[in-house]
Nanobody
């Protein structure tokens, strides 16, 4: 069992930055790939970025490449999402998710543990 708690969301102007954190409980965090999804009103939840169990490989959606950075600290059971150059279209609820295994999955169903989500609002 893995429990995930996100923090760091908030309100920011376009061009600004936010850093999301996801603290995990449970002994299997370090063996799992982790992902950040987001869901805007009226849209499906979509994978934004993900990282393998050891941080050796990452994935970014085209819409956030060059602006967002995912990282993890297995000693602290925490995964981070640094978001720079934020745009109004980044406004969404951001969810942290733990995969069923160590490698990155692109499908919603590849992730079996979910946080409660944190709201990010970017004003123009």
């Amino acid at each position: 069992q893995v429990q995930l708690v996100e923090s760091g969301g908030g309100f920011v102007q376009a061009g600004g930055s936010l850093r999301l954190s996801c603290a995990a409980s449970g002994r299997t965090f370090s063996s799992r790939a982790m992902g950040w999804f987001r869901q805007a009103p009226g849209k499906e939840r979509a994978l934004v970025t993900a990282i393998t169990w050891n941080g050796g490989s990452t994935y970014y959606a085209d819409s956030v490449k060059g602006r967002f950075t995912i990282s993890r600290d297995n000693a602290k059971n925490t995964v981070y999402l640094q978001m720079n150059s934020l745009k109004p279209e980044d406004t969404a609820v951001y969810y942290c998710a733990a995969s069923g295994g160590g490698h990155i999955g692109s499908r919603y169903t590849d992730y079996i543990y979910w946080g409660q989500g944190t709201q990010v609002t970017v004003s123009s």
